[in-house]
């Protein structure tokens, strides 16, 4: 059975950081990209970043560039979202997804459709 298991998440004062994690089971996602996204109360779930299967190349949404950095670990078969600078709109519950599509070594999207399995989320409240 395929899980994608998100921890990490919590409440924090702005201007603080936190690190969300991702563990995958089940299959290796290591040929694969990977994202985040995030669902804030009443609003549509949105992308927040994206990593290609080496971790060489990497998508932000404007919203939180330069201030969050995705990234892999292979051997820990795990993804990570390292969230600095956090603002109160940042508060929303937060989703790792794995991509099976392919598309050259450089490919990870930013459409959501395109992400086979989802995390059940990690809730991040920041608190102004």
């Known amino acids: 059975q395929v899980q994608l298991v998100e921890s990490g998440g919590g409440l924090v004062q702005a201007g603080g950081s936190l690190r969300l994690s991702c563990a995958a089971s089940?299959?290796?996602?290591?040929?694969?990209?990977m994202g985040w996204f995030r669902q804030a109360p009443g609003k549509e779930r949105e992308f927040v970043a994206a990593i290609n299967w080496n971790g060489a190349n990497t998508g932000y949404a404007d919203s939180v560039k330069g201030r969050f950095t995705i990234s892999r670990d292979h051997a820990k078969n795990t993804v990570y979202l390292q969230m600095n600078t956090l603002k109160p709109e940042d508060t929303a519950v937060y989703y790792c997804?794995?991509?099976?599509?392919?598309?050259?070594?450089?490919?990870?999207?930013?459409?959501?459709?395109?992400?086979?399995?989802w995390g059940q989320g990690t809730q991040v409240t920041v608190s102004s």
């Open positions: 997804a794995a991509d099976l599509t392919y598309s050259g070594p450089s490919y990870y999207s930013t459409d959501q459709t395109a992400y086979t399995y």
């Open positions: 089940g299959r290796t996602f290591s040929s694969h990209a």
